[in-house]
């Protein structure tokens, strides 16, 4: 299985070098760059908006470094991500898309309608209830430990871990 190289939040303005304090609010945003995704992170002061290129940013508040965060999931940017991989063969980015449906449906953002097999690869149907857009999802049939990993790397990109 292939691994992100995707550090966690780094505390740190990218931009200015200031170290971000619990509270703070900041910017996260995510590049792909020679299929490996990189993460910047800024504070809101010195945020300039998304950078040409970005693959996907976001926001949040730098939380207390005394016990686990707790994840607040963004359903649109987990949308948003979900649909920028579409169409990507790659079997990490295929791993990577199946996570998300599955976390976008445990979300109602996206409901199942059904399965369908051809040779022996299974492909989830899915519908937006918002907009009524269908996606397909192959299902990499991932074991027990391989959907852990790909979860937690999930939560580690998006800045939840």
């Given at each position: 299985?292939?691994?992100?190289?995707?550090?966690?939040?780094?505390?740190?303005?990218?931009?200015?070098?200031?170290?971000?304090?619990?509270?703070?609010?900041?910017?996260?945003?995510?590049?792909?760059?020679?299929?490996?995704?990189?993460?910047?992170?800024?504070?809101?002061?010195?945020?300039?908006?998304?950078?040409?290129?970005?693959?996907?940013?976001?926001?949040?508040k730098v939380q207390p470094s005394e016990g686990p965060?707790?994840?607040?999931?963004?359903?649109?940017?987990?949308?948003d991500c979900f649909c920028r991989l579409e169409g990507q063969g790659q079997a990490d980015r295929v791993n990577f898309r199946y996570v998300l449906a599955l976390l976008l449906m445990r979300r109602k953002r996206l409901k199942f309608e059904e399965?369908?097999?051809?040779?022996?690869?299974?492909?989830?149907?899915?519908?937006?209830?918002?907009t009524g857009t269908q996606y397909q999802v192959v299902n990499p049939r991932l074991t027990e430990p391989e959907m852990a990993a790909v979860q937690e790397e999930v939560f580690k990109v998006l800045g939840w871990q």
């Open positions: 299985m292939t691994e992100y190289q995707i550090q966690a939040n780094t505390r740190r303005c990218f931009a200015t070098g200031r170290e971000l304090q619990p509270g703070d609010k900041f910017y996260s945003v995510l590049f792909d760059e020679g299929g490996q995704f990189r993460r910047q992170d800024y504070s809101s002061e010195a945020w300039p908006g998304p950078p040409e290129g970005a693959f996907s940013f976001w926001s949040g965060p707790r994840p607040k999931f963004d359903d649109d940017l987990l949308l399965a369908k097999v051809t040779g022996e690869v299974e492909t989830l149907w899915l519908r937006c209830p918002r």
